[in-house]
């Protein structure tokens, strides 16, 4: 009652799931980003596609049982978006199994221009996504992509990292030169690469991932309703990643191929040095 009274206590949804308190809110997201544009020298002919993959899932288990209400950050998703456009990148937005993407609209920046500009031109493909399964079955063409960008938000914990598809993609990129984008808890994903016995694809590369320590935390300002099922920063550090920051802030890391971010305040700068980097490659 007390949390209640105070903002403290997350908000019950209509399907009996739980989305973060007034005070979170007012502490974790802002009605508008820093995202700036700018004018890249937008790039032409080949691989000029970004493999978007998003989450189908929405509610996360805590340890008491309770669900949290998540999906994909819509800043961490749609601010490194807006860069690789003014890039002159175009998307293929895909879920595991070609269900609608879930995006944490609780999180949405209502009075960002940019945001709200490139999620209407995007929403049908987000709610209507392709099959990550049939592209890979069909075969993906290295020629088309330059990219795999893999959004944060906790709902990228739930599936992508058991998801044998989602390691094969993984592997194929890795294979062949193509750059794996991601933030925040993105990189839950990479641990389908260990699916089937196979070595952990990342072990002792450097990056950026959104603290255990940060979300331990987030239930007593009621953004969590409970602790989390498990950690994801801990998880990648005992398979051999260095961890490039341990606070959720503006940290951005590129380690080969693999570019990442540390939370939602790294979404611009992680869009910039990805579209800066994505067109120094192709030089």
């Not at 209509?14 to 820093?34: E, F, I, M, Q, R």
């Not at 899932?57 to 690789?84: C, I, R």
């Amino acid at each position: 009652m007390l949390k209640k009274l105070l903002g403290l206590a997350p908000k019950l949804e209509s399907d009996g799931s739980y989305s973060p308190s007034k005070v979170a809110l007012k502490l974790a997201t802002s009605d508008k980003t820093d995202y700036k544009k700018i004018p890249y020298n937008a790039i032409e002919g080949s691989k000029r596609k970004i493999l978007v993959l998003a989450t189908e899932q929405k509610n996360m288990k805590m340890q008491n049982g309770k669900l949290f209400s998540t999906g994909n950050q819509p800043v961490e998703t749609l601010v490194p978006m807006l860069h690789l456009k003014e890039a002159g990148y175009e998307f293929d937005i895909s879920t595991p199994n070609g269900k609608p993407a879930v995006i944490e609209m609780w999180a949405f920046p209502k009075q960002d221009e940019h945001v709200n500009n490139i999620y209407t031109q995007y929403k049908d493909r987000f709610e209507k996504p392709m099959s990550l399964k049939a592209l890979l079955a069909d075969g993906l063409n290295v020629e088309d992509y330059a990219a795999v960008f893999i959004p944060g938000g906790h709902g990228a914990m739930l599936g992508l990292p058991e998801d044998d598809v989602v390691g094969a993609v993984l592997n194929w990129a890795h294979d062949n030169g193509v750059f794996i984008i991601s933030i925040c808890h993105g990189p839950a994903a990479f641990l389908s690469t260990l699916i089937k016995g196979n070595d952990f694809l990342y072990q002792g590369y450097k990056m950026a991932v959104f603290p255990d320590s940060v979300d331990a935390q987030s239930p007593l300002i009621g953004y969590l309703p409970g602790k989390m099922p498990w950690g994801l920063s801990e998880k990648l550090k005992e398979l051999g990643v260095n961890l490039a920051n341990n606070k959720a802030d503006k940290t951005v890391c590129r380690d080969r191929l693999l570019i990442t971010g540390a939370s939602p305040l790294a979404a611009d700068a992680l869009g910039k040095l990805a579209a800066e980097t994505l067109i120094s490659a192709r030089i």
